[in-house]
């Protein structure tokens, strides 16, 4: 398969995981995942995607915590790395 027909196929499968479904399970959803992670602790997040996450996980963790965001596909680290960089400004 080209490289740009792999990133346009990734690109669309990230956009798709990044849903309100996903969000109300992390955030809403009586059973979300969020209130399990406090300040200090480390996290990880395998399988990080586009970094959906991985913003809000580094602000529950705070400065003496660390998140760690792995992901098999190199485009998916990229785009995770980009979407934390761009909150850092």
């Known amino acids: 398969?080209?490289?740009e027909n792999r990133q346009k196929i990734l690109t669309g499968i990230i956009q798709a995981v990044n849903s309100?479904?996903?969000?109300?399970?992390?955030?809403?959803s009586p059973k979300r995942f969020c209130k399990?992670?406090?300040p200090g602790q480390t996290v990880l997040d395998?399988?990080?995607g586009g970094g959906y996450f991985l913003v809000d996980l580094a602000k529950r963790v705070g400065a003496n915590g660390t998140v760690?965001?792995?992901d098999i596909e190199?485009?998916?680290i990229g785009l995770a790395r980009k979407r934390f960089q761009s909150t850092q400004n």
């Open 46 to 48: 395998l399988g990080c």
């Open 20 to 28: 309100p479904l996903r969000h109300y399970m992390f955030f809403e």
């Open 68 to 70: 760690y965001a792995v």
């Open 74 to 76: 190199e485009l998916c």
């Open 36 to 38: 399990y992670v406090k």
């Open 1 to 3: 398969m080209k490289v």
